[in-house]
């Protein structure tokens, strides 16, 4: 299993250390701005803890924790009004999924129509 990095920049932005554009936040995740978005709203998720990627999280993290950053999401993406024209959320996990940041994040896509699924 991958080591947490703490000084990977999403803890430095859990910690205050790094500025973020907050969107919403509660015991169990902060969600903010992706600072290049790929969509006219592009939000990261990301839980209040030390797990790498959704491999760790979905392996080690507490229930409560899992239910709370799973409800957060939908939460956040509420808030963004995203629910009346839908909204994609995705998880990049590892190597073949080009993870560049070694905290779980989930990206929430939406505010236009996104197309397939997969660029070709
Ligand atoms: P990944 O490729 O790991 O799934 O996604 C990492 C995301 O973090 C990318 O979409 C990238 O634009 C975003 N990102 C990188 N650096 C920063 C930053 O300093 N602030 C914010 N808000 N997002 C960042």
């Known amino acids: 299993m991958a080591i947490y990095d703490k000084d990977n920049l999403f ?3 859990l910690r205050g ?3 973020c554009n907050k969107v919403y936040e509660d015991d169990y995740a902060l969600a903010f701005h992706d600072i290049n978005p790929q969509a006219p709203t592009h ?3 990301i839980p209040k803890g030390e797990y790498v990627s959704w491999i760790d999280f979905s392996a080690n993290a507490p229930a409560d924790l899992m239910a709370g950053f799973i409800r957060a999401v939908g939460v956040a993406a509420r ?3 995203l629910e009346k024209d839908g909204y994609r959320i995705l998880a990049n996990t590892g190597g073949d999924a080009n993870q560049v940041v070694p905290h ?9 129509n996104l197309g397939p699924m997969l660029a070709s």
């Open 104 to 112: 779980l994040h989930i990206h929430i896509f939406g505010g236009k």
């Open 17 to 19: 250390e790094i500025p």
């Open 43 to 45: 939000v990261l998720v």
């Open 11 to 13: 803890a430095k932005i």
């Open 79 to 81: 808030e963004l009004g």
